[in-house]
Every structure is written in C-alpha cells, then in structure tokens.
T-cell receptor
C-alpha cells in the first residue's frame, strides 16, 4: 500500500527566503507525482506535475524534483512571498490511477 | 475555461439526516473523482467514474454513501444517514483523456454534522 509522507508538517519563514518542502513515498512504481496548493477553505490548485520519466519541472519561482528510485520529491520555492502562505500537498499516482496524498506542509511566509 | 463546479459550498446538518453534494466537471472531462478530506489530512479517494461507469468504488462506504453520474457529465454524492464522523470536506475532481492526466479540483463542500 502506497504511503506518502511530507516533512515538515509546518514551516514558518521570513519573506524572501528560499525554502524546500519534502515528500517521500513508499512504492516507487508511480506514473506521476503532483504538487498542489490549498488555501484555507478552498480546493486544491495544481502547481506542478512530474511524470515518472522526468527528473524535474519548473514553473516560475517553483521547482519540483523527483527521484523515483529513492521515493523522494522536493518542492523548491525561491524568494518566498506572503502570498505563498498555504498548505502544500504532494500526491502520487500509481497504476490504479488513484492519487495518494500526503498530509501536507503548512507554510507561513511572514512579511 | 470554467473549472470544476461544486455545490453547496457549505452544509450543516444534524446526524441521521440525508445530504447530497453536486459536481459539474470541466467540459469534456470524462473522468470524475470524489474525494473526502478530513481535517489535517490529505484527500482520500471515494469513487472514480469513467463516463457514467463507477470503475473504482472500493473506498466508498456503501452502507450509507451512494453516488451517481447518470449522463456521464455531472455527478451527485449522497450520504444517508449522516454520522458525526462524516464531517469533512468533499472534493470533486476531473481530468481529460489526453496529455498529462492532470486532475483538476473543485472548491469542495464543507460538511458539518452536529
């Protein structure tokens, strides 16, 4: 059974800092991995999707990497801003097409 | 392009009452998902539809939960009767048949059972 773990559970940083969120998964047989953002009381917004054959994806100040063999992914946020404050969720898709989510990392960027 | 639409956004009911949630996926998306997200947790899949067929309902508590997608477009998720432990956010997602198979989520329905 696939299990996804996100560390840390919460993170508070000053504005402008570069930061890394971590995601690990137990079964390396995945099709893809998605990073989502969730604002309080809102749904999920997809940030980046990495196919199993890819090593990384970039979108603006966000960079996600994938090391499938070690079961790890990182989300790098450059020059953080208060508007980046949200919960970031990692999810992996296996053969059943079901997305298995971690519990998320709650990020607070202080002005 | 309109996103995934869900209603209602919030619902408060007493235990043992029935409740229903509605979802309209992105136009052209044949695959539709219902997830449940408990407080402080990631979403968990309840059911997946391919057009009007439920192809994965292994996580749906069938004694009290039911879902339908009669015309292969919008979908309804029902709970009858609701229990205190059903309080959660119910999320609907859809994806297209091409490209990255990326799932797009709606805003969710926050259910509180008292």
């Amino acid at each position: 059974k696939q299990e996804v773990t996100q560390i840390p559970a919460a993170l508070s940083v000053p504005e402008g800092e570069n930061l890394v969120l971590n995601c690990s998964f137990t079964d390396s047989a995945i099709y893809n991995l998605q990073w989502f953002r969730q604002d309080p009381g809102k749904g999920l917004t997809s940030l980046l999707l990495i196919q199993s054959s890819q090593r990384e994806q970039t979108s603006g100040r966000l960079n996600a990497s994938l090391d499938k063999s070690s079961g790890r992914s990182t989300l790098y946020i450059a020059a953080s801003q208060p508007g980046d404050s949200a919960t970031y969720l990692c999810a992996v898709r296996g053969g059943s097409e079901k997305l298995v989510f971690g519990k998320g990392t709650k990020l607070t960027v202080n002005p | 392009e309109a996103g995934v639409v869900q209603s209602p956004r919030y619902k408060i009911i007493e235990k043992k009452q029935p409740v229903a949630f509605w979802c309209n996926p992105i136009s052209g998306h044949n695959t539709l998902y219902w997830y449940r997200q408990n407080l402080g947790q990631g979403p968990e899949l309840l059911i997946r539809y391919e057009n009007e067929e439920a192809v994965d309902d292994s996580q749906l508590p069938k004694d009290r939960f039911s879902a339908e997608r009669l015309k292969g477009v919008d979908s309804t998720l029902k709970i009858q009767p609701a229990e205190l432990g059903d309080s959660a956010v119910y999320l609907c997602a859809s994806r297209g048949d091409r490209g990255l198979y990326e799932q797009y989520f709606g805003p969710g329905t926050r259910l509180t059972v008292t």
